[in-house]
């Protein structure tokens, strides 16, 4: 048996991955290394890469620009403390992500994951009401078929059957929950798609501190694309009823929807909004947490001080990789890219519609999703994909594909024509 084979078979028996039984486990595949869009596997097969691992490598893997400001920052330090210390590369970042994010997003709390900046973003809605002297703001208003992450604030506000999280459902913190979007993208607007909402936030604002939302695109819960229109009625009621308007951008920021952030398809602005994820180009762990004065002059009234600091809260390595990410995107024409990339995934996937296995096929930005009938078998259907040279992680009943960026039409191709047969079922 070789090394990479005895590693697999040790981690088999020792390792967590996510979401997966640790007593009887598939075999995880050993990737020795990653360039480009590919992954090399341990047993020397090449795997274009469709999951960008899980929305994060916009730029493929091992770009030089982002290896160059890895390896500068690691020479200069990789990590400080953050508590009375602060550093270049956080400040180059935050300037940056008050530049990007629209004008009223002024203040920058960095956390070290998406799902701890949606904890961040909960205590920032409730130290907001706390400070302007109302503290029955307590609730979360948001909506089915959500995913906010896995610890247990965000956990209390993903879809209560999909979030993947039902074991905990007794000590979740209980938060109101309105119909998912049923307006689809470019779907026309009929005022009867927001009336769930409009009732549930009209009986409770009184109590709710915040709505939170993943803008457009609902991600774990469903691939689901929903209309701006939606968006932009939520907002205008969240304002009607004072109540904070949270968007989680940590899967669809930085262009994965065709806009720079999803929020921008409605043309409305936040009072708190999550990045992460593509912030770091899927190269180290960061996330941000950005909000107005309006809500940091609630937190500090009367001294208030916001109390989250983790450990490694603005890691210098991070950040300064972050900001060449976000550098390297604007310095390709990453519209016209993921345009292009939309267009090639609408063409690519389009015989999937006449699959009688499939019951819809869509495309939003680089986003490309296959929903059949039924839940697939996960282990089955990797292995066809694998064969097939391209790697990909369906859920449920979403065979779907993010690519990286930087993805070739041939290798696109690839990848949807992956996709094609083994929804057809292929083998
Ligand atoms: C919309 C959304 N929010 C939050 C998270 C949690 O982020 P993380 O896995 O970095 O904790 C995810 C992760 O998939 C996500 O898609």
Avoid at 57 to 81: F, K, T, W
Avoid at 351 to 361: K, Q, T
Wanted: charged share 20%; net charge negative.
């Amino acid at each position: 048996m070789d090394k990479q084979h005895r590693l697999a078979q040790w981690d088999r028996r020792h390792v967590w991955h996510p979401y997966a039984s640790i007593a009887d486990p598939p075999l995880a595949t050993m990737i020795e290394s990653a360039d480009g869009v590919r992954l090399y596997t341990a047993d020397g097969r090449e795997l274009i890469d469709g999951m960008s691992s899980w929305w994060a490598a916009i730029h493929g893997y091992n770009h030089p620009v982002l290896n160059e400001a890895a390896r500068g920052q690691l020479d200069r330090m990789s990590h400080v403390m953050f508590g009375g210390i602060t550093h270049e590369p956080a400040v180059d970042l935050a300037s940056m992500l008050v530049e990007l994010t629209s004008a009223p997003l002024q203040k920058v709390f960095f956390a070290d994951s998406g799902s701890v900046s949606v904890e961040v973003a909960i205590k920032m809605a409730l130290q907001y009401w706390h400070g302007m002297g109302c503290p029955e703001k307590n609730r979360f208003l948001t909506v089915r078929s959500g995913y906010h992450g896995d610890t247990f604030g965000a956990m209390a506000l993903c879809d209560p059957v999909t979030g993947m999280h039902e074991h905990f459902t007794p000590v979740l913190q209980r938060h109101y929950f309105a119909e998912s979007p049923r307006c689809r993208f470019d779907e026309p607007w009929d005022d009867a798609y927001i009336e769930n909402f409009r009732k549930l936030i009209e009986a409770h604002h009184r109590e709710l501190a915040a709505v939170m939302l993943e803008p457009i695109v609902q991600g774990a819960g469903g691939m689901r694309f929903y209309s701006p229109e939606y968006l932009r009625q939520v907002k205008t009621l969240c304002e009607a009823y004072d109540v904070l308007l949270v968007t989680d951008e940590i899967a669809t920021g930085f262009g994965r929807t065709g806009e720079l952030f999803a929020c921008d398809h409605a043309g409305i602005s936040p009072d708190i909004m999550c990045l992460g994820k593509a912030l770091t180009g899927g190269y180290l762990t960061l996330a941000a947490t950005i909000t107005t004065n309006r809500v940091s002059d609630g937190i500090s009234k009367n001294g208030g001080v916001l109390m989250h600091g983790p450990t490694f809260m603005a890691n210098p390595l991070a950040c300064a990789v972050a900001s060449a990410s976000i550098r390297l995107l604007f310095d390709r024409p990453w519209r016209e890219t993921v345009h292009c990339i939309e267009q090639r995934l609408l063409s690519g996937l389009a015989p999937c519609a006449s699959i009688p296995g499939v019951a819809d096929v869509r495309a939003l930005g680089a986003i490309g999703v296959v929903e059949m009938k039924t839940p697939v078998d996960l282990a089955a259907v990797q292995k066809q994909f694998v064969k097939r040279g391209v790697w990909l992680r369906p859920f449920g009943k979403l065979i779907y594909t993010m690519p990286p960026y930087i993805i070739s039409d041939d290798d696109l191709d690839l990848v949807t024509g992956a996709i094609v047969e083994v929804a057809g079922g292929v083998k």
